[in-house]
């Protein structure tokens, strides 16, 4: 069974500019969240989609970042414009609906803003 | 609200040594699960065990082993004879209503041959 797929693996922008992540989920999983992990942190929640709707994104700076899962399936993260407390490794999970169920991870996305 | 507590930022230990990772969490909520995540070098968290409020079973899976007293709200996770392969940082995660995952810190294990 594939796992979740995130691309790219690594990037490096200059503050201000703009990045996009993506992430496709494993097949059958409903719930899809994006995390932000800092160095010598645990990840932090982001952003929940229960299919394309959002479930949670209480902790997710509006003000520059944004989020999609437009079809249910597949989602992208983007930042803009980038400041470089954003250097972090952004995770993609997914999961089947409920909290009792793990939630699988990708290999994240390395960012540094420079 | 939620919180996980790992306070072990780092542990050392030489191969075949017993070694034992603490978690204390913090919740309101009656109905709640607790996890175990490792993360090698590599980066990506792997699933290692969950655990749900009303089962206080001790689990052992091979050198793993997890116990879990409400009483003292703690998870702690066990690794009896570590292996070099078993340096990573472990998370524990606290998950209630809405499926919010809530991490600790991480525990770093480095084992050494």
């Known amino acids: 069974e594939a796992g979740v797929a995130q691309s790219p693996r690594y990037k490096i922008i200059e503050k201000r500019q703009s990045v996009a992540f993506w992430c496709n989920p494993i097949s059958g999983h409903a719930t899809l969240y994006w995390y932000q992990q800092i160095l010598g942190q645990g990840p932090k929640l982001l952003i929940q989609f229960q299919n394309n709707g959002v479930v949670d994104d209480s902790q997710l700076p509006k003000d520059r970042f944004s989020a999609e899962r437009l079809k249910g399936v597949d989602s992208t993260l983007k930042i803009q414009p980038a400041k470089l407390e954003d250097s972090a490794v952004y995770l993609c999970?997914?999961?089947?609906?409920?909290?009792?169920?793990?939630?699988?991870f990708g290999p994240g996305t390395r960012l540094t803003v420079t | 609200a939620q919180k996980v507590t790992q306070a072990q930022t780092e542990i050392s230990v030489v191969e075949k040594e017993d070694v034992t990772l603490d978690c204390v969490y913090e919740?309101?909520?009656?109905?709640?699960?607790l996890f175990w995540y490792k993360q090698p070098p590599s980066g990506e968290l792997v699933f290692l065990i969950r655990r749900n409020s009303f089962d206080e079973q001790n689990e052992i899976s091979g050198r793993y082993s997890w116990n879990f007293q409400k009483s003292t709200s703690s998870f702690n996770f066990t690794i009896t004879a570590s292996q070099v392969v078993d340096s990573a940082v472990y998370f524990c995660?606290?998950?209630?209503?809405?499926?919010?995952?809530?991490f600790g810190t991480g525990t770093r294990l480095l084992v050494s041959p």
């Open positions: 919740t309101r909520d009656t109905t709640y699960y």
């Open positions: 995660a606290l998950n209630t209503g809405f499926q919010k995952l809530v």
């Open positions: 999970a997914s999961s089947f609906p409920g909290l009792s169920y793990e939630q699988y």
